[in-house]
């Protein structure tokens, strides 16, 4: 099992920027890829951006595209998202997920693809 804890959330304004932290324990060997979802509360969960634990492909949602960036550091099983620009409607619990399973193309937006989920990391988005 993977332990994930996320930091850096917070309340920033209209065209700020975040950046979310996310450290992994455990059996990080076992990982595949990491990723980002959000939700906001009566609302589906909503994939944000994931990347291969080796390797450099990575994938984002339409919403955030050109935005955001994932990045990882493997030294020290840490993964990354900064958020520029940022919208009203960025405001949501951010999760940090990690899988073992080896995905491809759509795989990486199905939330049913991950096996760790850390607690959530609430961004504020004031307008």
């Known amino acids: 099992q993977v332990q994930l804890v996320e930091s850096g959330g917070g309340l920033v304004q209209t065209g700020g920027s975040l950046n979310l932290s996310c450290a992994a324990s455990g059996r990080t060997f076992s990982m595949n890829g990491m990723g980002w979802f959000r939700q906001v509360p009566g609302k589906e969960r909503e994939f944000v951006a994931s990347i291969r634990w080796s390797g450099s492909t990575t994938h984002y949602g339409d919403s955030v595209k050109g935005r955001f960036t994932i990045s990882r550091d493997n030294a020290k099983n840490t993964l990354y998202l900064q958020m520029n620009s940022l919208k009203p409607e960025d405001t949501a619990a951010y999760f940090c997920?990690?899988?073992?399973?080896?995905?491809?193309?759509?795989?990486?937006?199905?939330?049913?693809?991950?096996?760790?989920w850390g607690q959530g990391t609430q961004v504020t988005v004031s307008s």
């Open positions: 997920v990690a899988t073992r399973r080896t995905l491809f193309f759509q795989q990486w937006l199905d939330d049913r693809n991950y096996d760790s």
